[in-house]
């Protein structure tokens, strides 16, 4: 079977592998979609804090089970599935408190262990999360950005009535100010420098959008919400300036939920957050509840995933996918690796 192996930051190989069977408790999957996360390509720029090369990356993929190991039930041979990408010890404290997405020696396939850039992906049956017949590969392949975006808003507290400012419309930024709707929240405006991300949101029902290089957040937010301002800011793009805004244009005793992920560290303004009372969370990852929400929500059409696919690339042209992403970026939104 074929692997995409990332071998060190700006270069991935295909090799071939011995197909894996699957052993007690576990699947082998015939992986059909795989998504190309953001995450991803910070490991192909070497900027990723947390994996070493070589490794086979994918953690977004959907595909079918082709063979059942000794003592799964629940699943068959057949169904479409896809699987939480955790390795959990389920002894530290995060672990028995249930917060086991922050496990202290968290693995995660695809960054410290292998993912599923391959032909045939073993996994954990108790990892496997099913999916309604009705749902395509690429529908499938999205539940884990959508579950970033339920865990997310389940952490940002109860959001019925909010006024959320979601900043990066990149493809999780889109799904989180999509979840923030879904979850009941009065108004939400998305903001980025790229007018073609803005659009898509436009394209998902996202009315309110704000391109910061042309009108500064303030007024965006005063156009929005009016005198009240917002109370919710998610930070999803990464990127400190971004981080700083939210910071600064928030109501005091606002809520500022980190989801982006920083290649390098931030620097933010500490006695604004003190003086205003604001309530600073992170959000690591999901649980497997965060899965079912979002199979739920793709499958009401609360989320809308489809308009986000941008381009398409079969799986022995995976390098040319990243170079799209390297050049292309700024013109797409979730690129599809198509595994055949």
Known sequence: MRQAIMEAPGRI???????????????????????????????????????????????????EIESVG?????????????????????????????????????KVRGFQAPGCAQDLFVTEAEKLVKLPPAFTFEQGAFVEPVAVAAHSTGRAGGMAGRKVVVAGAGTIGN????????????????????????????????????NVKREPLADAVRRTFGAEGFDLGVEVSGAEASLASLIAAIGKGGTVLIVGVYGEKPRVDMSVICEHELDVRGSMMYRHEDWEQAVSWIASGAIRTE????????????????????HQGERSMKVMIDVQ
């Open 175 to 210: 799904v989180v100010a999509q979840a923030c709707r879904a979850r009941g929240a009065a108004r939400v405006l998305i903001t980025d420098i790229s007018d073609f991300r803005l659009e898509m949101a436009r394209k998902v029902g996202i009315e309110n959008v704000c």
């Open 13 to 63: 190989a295909l090799r071939e592998a011995s197909a894996p069977v699957a052993g007690a408790g576990q699947v082998r999957i015939r992986v059909r979609r795989i998504g190309v996360c953001g995450s991803d390509i910070h490991v192909f720029h070497g900027k990723h804090p947390f994996v070493t090369y070589p490794l086979i990356q994918g953690h977004e993929f959907a595909g």
């Open 70 to 106: 000794p003592g799964v039930s629940g699943f068959a041979v057949g169904d479409k599935v896809t699987a939480t990408p955790q390795e959990v010890c389920g002894v530290c404290p995060p672990c028995r408190r249930g917060q086991y997405n922050a496990c202290e020696k968290l």
């Open 307 to 326: 308009p986000l696919v941008s381009n398409h690339f079969p799986f022995d042209a995976y390098p040319e996918a990243y170079a799209f992403i390297e």
